[in-house]
């Protein structure tokens, strides 16, 4: 669900998420963050296909999570993403799952992600132009705000 610079994926923790004791896995959060942000670019149509079909891969180059307290097995999440900065090279993206029934922060994190040519692995001087007016159109709905 799109709402503003906000996107809002809903999420349930399986057993396969968990470890022995119920609690979720640290790399379980890992891949519902990569959920979010790929559901945040689909959700203003940009397919990951469709961009490495044009050449552009976009992975991430840093990463930093902050671990407020654990989800649980069958609990309820909310994975919220939006662009926390655009500089024209690479977009950092902020991330917040927590519980849908409480509101209570499960994690927080900031993840930077830089383009690439598929094809070679280098990286863009700039950030290409189908990705850049997404995120500078982002960024300036965020500071109008």
């Not at 662009?83 to 499960?106: A, C, E, H, P, W």
């Amino acid at each position: 669900m799109h709402t503003s610079n906000r996107n809002v994926l809903r999420q349930k923790v399986y057993y396969s998420d968990t470890d022995a004791y119920g609690v979720v896995w640290h790399g379980s959060y890992l891949r519902w963050l990569e959920m979010g942000r790929v559901d945040w670019c689909e959700d203003r149509g940009h397919n990951l296909i469709e961009l490495e079909n044009q050449n552009i891969v976009l992975p991430v180059v840093n990463l930093n999570v902050r671990y407020k307290t654990s989800a649980r097995l069958n609990d309820e999440l909310i994975i919220e993403t939006s662009i926390k900065k655009f500089n024209g090279l690479s977009v950092t993206f902020y991330q917040v799952i927590k519980s849908f029934d409480s509101n209570k922060t499960f994690i927080e994190a900031d993840i930077e992600v830089v383009a690439i040519h598929k094809d070679n692995g280098k990286l863009y001087r700039r950030m290409p132009e189908i990705l850049s007016e997404v995120f500078q159109k982002e960024v300036e709905c965020l500071q109008s705000v």
